[in-house]
């Protein structure tokens, strides 16, 4: 069995910070515009970094700490297409050849960006693709393995948001991130832990597919059926057996959105904020807006905005 990364410590998390300056942005954190909302809730805008998404964070500090003279063969990663994007820019601004698997029904807005990158797209099907996280890489691809999660120069990365949320709102009673990998939520709850914070760390999940929920309520890792959904990025099926250790040790709990609620947080957040986010990217604020964060000072993760334009009209226009 693959054995649990190591949680960053506070170090290592503002050390990934310094490493990652001048690829990633500080992000600003936003009170949302909802009065009628449970508790006092805050958006970390990350749709606003240069690939839409967050993961230009852990992506750039996973690269940008591999000795230069180990990057001749370029670097991979297996991603649905945030992280593809954050290690594809990455790989870019260091001129290094950067190829990418994907499950073959990767949303057709990031497949497009990865191909304005120049990565090499390796299309696959969902079991192959969750088989090259397992296994942390491919035998046929040639460069640098860079796994979305289970990494700790990964999950550091993921930390410098905790970091900046204190900065701004040092008195935050609770963080809503969306889960995927687990490595955002666990790097971010790891900085606030590292930092002396008290505040809660609960992972959001989509309805279509909630293996975190399940697993919690099982006390082990289990499997969960994948339903169709518009919210890609999120729901793997399973949990990462590596993962599990850090979940268990560092978050709160984990919450569910239903569809129609991320949704409503979809366009919400463009009528009030005018922010345009991808449907994993809603869920925190799906969420916290139906009251399953609690009260308090919430802040919610904003992940991606990369969202389909067609999908993104429809959902504004709506009812």
């Known amino acids: 069995m693959i054995p649990a990364p190591e949680i960053p410590t506070l170090a290592a998390v503002r ?5 990652i300056r001048g690829l990633a942005i500080r992000t600003p954190l936003l009170r949302l515009n909802a009065d009628d909302a449970p508790g006092e809730i805050w958006i970390k805008c990350e749709n606003l970094q240069p ?8 992506a750039a500090s996973a690269i940008l700490n591999v000795p230069r003279g180990q990057l001749d063969q370029g670097v991979y990663t297996a991603s ?13 601004r260091l001129g290094v050849p950067c190829s990418v698997v994907l499950p073959h029904d990767a949303a057709p807005t ?12 390796h299309f696959v099907s969902h079991e ?9 890489g491919r035998a046929d691809i040639a460069g640098r393995f860079i796994h979305p999660a289970a990494d700790p120069d990964v999950i550091a990365g993921d930390g410098t948001i905790g970091l900046e949320i204190l900065d701004d709102l040092p008195d935050v009673d ?3 991130v969306p889960y995927g990998g687990g490595g955002l939520s666990c790097g971010i709850a790891a900085a606030l832990r590292g930092a002396g914070s008290k505040a809660r760390v609960y992972a959001a ?22 339903n169709p959904s518009f919210v890609t990025g999120l729901g793997a099926g399973r949990v990462l057996g590596e993962m599990w250790p850090l979940v268990n040790q560092l978050l709160a709990g984990a919450v569910v959105a239903k569809e129609d609620e991320t949704t409503a947080a979809v366009r919400l957040l463009y009528e009030r904020n005018r922010m345009v986010v991808e449907g994993a990217g809603a869920v925190s604020v799906a969420c916290a807006l139906a009251g399953r964060a609690g009260q308090g000072r919430i802040v ?3 992940s991606g905005g990369n969202i389909d334009a067609d999908r993104f009209a429809r959902i504004i226009s709506g009812p």
Not at 51 to 56: D, M, P, W
């Open 110 to 121: 990031k497949v497009a960006a990865l191909k304005r990158m120049d990565a090499q797209l």
């Open 51 to 58: 690939i839409g998404s967050f993961k230009v964070r852990p």
């Open 300 to 302: 919610c993760v904003l």
């Open 15 to 19: 050390s990934a910070a310094d490493r």
């Open 80 to 92: 649905a297409g945030n992280m593809a994007q954050g290690v594809a820019y990455t790989a870019r």
């Open 174 to 176: 609770t963080v809503v």
């Open 205 to 226: 999940e989509s309805a279509h597919c909630a293996p975190l929920s399940a697993s919690l309520a099982m006390g082990r890792p289990v499997e969960v059926p994948v």
């Open 128 to 136: 192959e693709w969750w088989q090259v996280l397992l296994n942390r």
